[in-house]
């Protein structure tokens, strides 16, 4: 056995002290260093460093909801639209059997939903989605919507003829004398027969027809006209069935039947505007002239026939001493178209004037 002395012991203590306070702080550094003296590459980091962009399905939400009733009940397959600020990215959906929609991977900022559905009123709802975030809306509630029907009127011709037809049996000079044979509108609608037939009627059994008729009598018993007819009253009542007769074979004929079979409107078209002498012009030219249905101007057949028609059955009820047929049938005739000349031009210039009641012309009628 070896024997270690107190120079051997001293050795050793030496040897320990220098490795500790000599060579451990070397051998410290050099595996911080590595062994070849360069710094060791830095291990890899957790989570996302400053500067790079974030994940981008990190930044998506959704968006969900339920769309009920006024009563609270489920609004199934209500139509549910999303618009964000990229209106390429806008979805729809439709809500479920409990009225429940779902909007996922939207991208995070503000939002506007759009809600429709049918017998509803559409609504709106906006909001803010945060970056990741699960976003429940409030129940959305949809009023019933407003019920709108869209009615489409139409009149036909015959209907707007007839409130011309009213308007003008209203027609009265000096509140009581019938003008129901004249329109103040240039592009009144044509009559039909029927409508024809109605005005010639009420013409014919009107009061002041029946005045005017008694009139004429008065004036023929005065200047003994017709002295066939004798004197008294049974001449009085001759001469008034005769001027009677007269006036309503006269507008029957000439102001319903041939207009109707000829397809002419038998009313003085007024015309009051121009010049006093083109005025004049118009209102005679009337009597050979009229309006027909198609409402072009045509020759007065219906007219100068009607009058011509009236004359010639006159002589069925005038005295035989007067009853000469060519001589009655042309005379009352000339009478009647000269009559109407006469009142043409007193439509023309005064009729309107003292009828409180004359219809006005109705802009962009057919």
Not at 14 to 24: K, V
Not at 194 to 208: C, G, H, R, S
Not at 281 to 310: E, M, P, R, T
């Amino acid at each position: 056995m070896r024997v270690y002395g107190p120079r051997t012991r001293d050795l050793r203590w030496g040897i320990l002290l220098y490795i500790l306070f000599c060579r451990l702080p070397c051998f410290a550094q050099s595996h911080q260093t590595g062994s070849i003296g360069t710094a060791l590459p830095d291990a890899p980091g957790f989570g996302i460093l400053s500067g790079q962009d974030p994940v981008e399905g990190q930044s998506l939400g959704s968006v969900s909801g339920m769309v009920v009733d006024q009563n609270g009940n489920f609004v199934v397959a209500a139509r549910v639209s999303l618009a964000s600020q990229d209106p390429a990215k806008k979805q729809e959906v439709l809500s479920d059997g409990q009225g429940r929609f779902q909007f996922t991977g939207v991208a995070a900022g503000p939002f506007e939903l759009t809600i429709t559905a049918e017998g509803f009123a559409t609504q709106t709802r906006s909001g803010i989605l945060n970056a990741g975030e699960t976003l429940e809306m409030p129940d959305i509630s949809l009023p019933v919507g407003i019920a709108t029907t869209e009615v489409r009127v139409s009149i036909t011709k015959y209907e707007l003829a007839e409130e011309q037809v009213k308007i003008e049996e209203k027609q009265r000079v000096l509140g009581f004398i019938p003008n129901f044979y004249v329109t103040y509108d240039p592009h009144a609608p044509s009559l039909s027969p029927k409508q024809k037939f109605e005005l010639a009627w009420k013409t014919n059994v009107d009061p002041i027809t029946f005045v005017i008729s008694g009139g004429v009598a008065g004036v023929e018993q005065a200047t003994n006209a017709y002295s066939g007819y004798g004197q008294g009253a049974q001449g009085y009542a001759k001469r008034y069935g005769a001027s009677y007769g007269d006036g309503f074979i006269g507008t029957m004929i000439g102001g319903a039947i041939l207009p109707s079979l000829l397809k002419q409107d038998p009313r003085y078209f007024y015309k009051g505007t121009g010049s006093t002498r083109s005025r004049v012009l118009y209102a005679l030219a009337n009597v050979f002239i009229c309006k027909g249905d198609n409402g072009h101007w045509q020759a007065n057949y219906s007219g100068i026939l009607g009058n011509l028609a009236a004359g010639g059955i006159s002589n069925l009820y005038y005295p035989a001493s007067n009853s000469n047929i060519a001589t009655v049938t042309f005379e009352n005739a000339l009478i009647t178209m000269g009559s109407s000349g006469i009142t043409n031009l007193f439509q023309e210039f005064l009729a309107r004037k003292l009828t409180p009641h004359a219809s006005s012309p109705q802009p962009g009628q057919p």
